[in-house]
């Protein structure tokens, strides 16, 4: 049968007719002399390019294997910095602090206050010991030079002005607990008006100049860790990203990290912060082998999938293309190796095969409905 596509959306001029006379109408010839068969899908040139329909020569060329895994990305260790209580008490976010802000180095994230909290401000009694061994320190000083005290006595209030001078931090008198670096506020561990210890993580800054790949080969497959040289991201948005496009780095790939993750072995890589991915976002990876030469592929997109099977379309004529099965082999995330089905020095449709698959799958024309040619 012919298919002629006329979907409300998207109608197709097509040279394709259908009569009662299935004798003198049963193939038809384009301006190529090309007779159109029973299985083939016509499509007028002007729709094709309308709705970027596009076909390329068919060529054997060199193909990396690669292995098929699950990833995150991370933030780069790097360049994250946790915001610390500088003291013990009660928190105060600065204003317009929250997850997704943006803060400069040395910016208040927020203030520390043990002021009505019991037990009171150690720090600030440290400061009133410090005042103090100053004071008496400022005392026996010339009373030594006039020989007055011993040299125990001076020593001994110095010991003293040094204990207090350690114990008292100029930094947790502020209260102020400042971003460690310029960055965007990921992660906010307390609430407002939450007691916090000395040290305790307030919020995560992280710069987001470098971030890490985490994917997770199964142990089954480690024999593949060797070769791996490089890897392309796979969103299920249908973004693609290759590593090496973003300074990517593979940073481990040993066996010895095996157990964080029971029957996996994460394999890690750098890339740079201007790569178009969300940090904590899942992905699926190629790893990328070793290359081999004189390998049939497609793009992904070429490759369409119905009932369980894999098909491409190749195009036969000016206007006409047919349905291939074709068999799969390995991908590299952007193309997909031809195991079977097609030939060097055909012509697929590497762009498009959704509205080529659309045609096929078309109304065709009513009973008593004919072209006029």
């Known amino acids: 049968m012919k298919y002629i596509f006329m979907a409300p959306m998207l109608v197709f001029s097509m040279a394709s007719c259908q009569s009662h006379n299935e004798s003198e109408h049963a193939e038809e010839a384009d301006e190529h ?3 159109h068969g029973a299985d083939e899908i016509v ?3 002007h729709d094709a390019q309308r709705l970027g329909v596009e076909v390329d020569t068919v060529r054997a060329t060199a193909f990396t294997e690669t292995l098929k895994v699950s990833g995150e990305i991370l933030p780069s260790s790097a360049d ?3 915001v610390s209580a500088p003291t013990s008490g009660i928190v105060r976010l600065a204003a317009g602090i929250n997850p997704g802000s943006q803060v400069r180095a040395g910016q208040a994230v927020a203030q520390i206050t043990a002021r009505n909290v019991s037990g009171g401000d150690a720090n600030n009694a440290a400061r009133v010991a410090l005042d103090n061994a100053k004071r008496e320190l400022d005392r026996i000083t010339p009373l030594l030079a006039d020989g007055l005290v011993t040299k125990k006595d001076y020593n001994d209030a110095l010991a003293a002005y040094e204990a207090a001078k350690a114990a008292y931090s100029p930094s947790a008198a502020s209260g102020v607990a400042s971003a460690p670096r310029a960055g965007v506020v990921t992660a906010i561990n307390v609430s407002d008006g939450e007691y916090v210890e000395t040290g305790q993580a307030i919020a995560t800054v992280a710069a987001n100049s470098s971030l890490t ?3 997770l080969v199964p142990v089954a497959q480690a024999d593949f860790l060797p070769r791996v040289s490089g890897a392309t991201l796979s969103f299920h948005s249908g973004q693609t990203v290759d590593l090496a496009d973003y300074k990517g780095r593979l940073l481990s790939s040993a066996s010895a990290s095996a157990g964080e993750t029971p ?5 890690f890589f750098s890339l740079d912060g201007s790569a178009p991915v969300i940090p904590g976002s899942a992905t699926e990876v190629y790893l990328k082998g070793s290359g081999r030469s004189e390998v049939i592929s497609l793009p992904i997109e070429a490759i369409v999938e119905q009932m369980g099977e894999t098909f491409a379309f190749i195009r036969i004529g000016g206007h006409a293309y047919v349905k291939r099965p074709v068999t799969l082999g390995n991908s590299d995330g ?3 190796e031809i195991v079977k089905g097609i030939e060097p020095g055909e012509v697929a449709v590497v762009k498009g095969a959704t509205f080529v698959r659309l045609a096929e799958q078309a109304t065709v024309a009513p009973e008593g409905h004919s072209h006029n040619h």
Do not use: T
């Open 80 to 82: 994250r910095g946790v």
């Open 33 to 35: 002399g090309h007779e």
């Open 43 to 45: 499509l007028e040139p």
């Open 213 to 215: 790949l985490r994917a």
């Open 334 to 336: 952007k193309r997909v």
């Open 263 to 267: 029957g996996y072995i994460p394999v």
